[in-house]
């Protein structure tokens, strides 16, 4: 949750919070856990949360609407991007909006990761030096391996791993790197 966020980044408590905005406890609680929709909100409560958040109204309200695709999804939209915008325009328009640290920022860390290995596979291809920018979250990475949903199926249906480990020796190193096999971002349709 966006509000839950701020505090963390602000070291705010909600108690803090609510005391500050005159929002009752509950109602913040309910916004926190994501049982009451910013959206859902009157606008007095929504403008005295980014007042004391010392955000915009909007930005509160959109970082709320944003909601977390599937995974295969998050990858599928990417490569799309990758494909229509080519390779350094995908590099810039990434590395500009700083979409992998926040998606980091929401616990998202597969989106994270998966784009962050999209942008250092992509530098490399091209001999474009890598952004240093997210050298701390290149020392991280999921702690257990993602492998594609077909993969997974695959699997299922032979009842062998045989395929999760040539899945991982054929995966392009910089998303192993973050634990997420993926070794084709460019033949999407």
């Known amino acids: ?51 004391e958040l010392h955000v915009t109204m909007e930005e509160l309200l959109e970082a709320d609407r944003q909601e977390r695709c599937s995974f295969e999804l998050f990858k599928s939209n990417v490569c799309h991007k990758l494909k229509s915008l080519g390779d350094i325009d995908f590099l810039i328009e990434t590395l500009e909006s700083d979409d992998i640290r926040v998606y980091y920022r929401k616990k998202w860390y597969p989106e994270s990761f998966y784009l962050l290995a999209m942008v250092d596979y992509i530098s490399r291809e091209n001999g474009v030096e890598l952004c240093i920018e997210y050298d701390d979250l290149r020392k991280q990475k999921l702690a257990d391996i993602v492998y594609p949903a077909g993969i997974i199926a695959l699997c299922a249906a032979q009842k062998d791993d045989a395929p999760k480990e040539q899945a991982r020796i054929h995966a392009i190193p910089e998303f192993m790197r973050f634990n997420i096999v993926e070794s084709e971002v460019r033949d999407v349709n």
């Not at 606008?43 to 007042?51: D, I, N, Q």
């Open 1 to 51: 949750m966006i509000v839950t966020d701020l505090l963390a980044d602000r070291g705010m408590t909600k108690y803090r919070l609510s005391q500050n905005s005159r929002i009752p406890y509950t109602t913040l609680n309910d916004i926190c856990s994501g049982k009451t929709s910013l959206a859902r909100c009157s606008a007095e409560t929504v403008y005295r949360l980014a007042k």
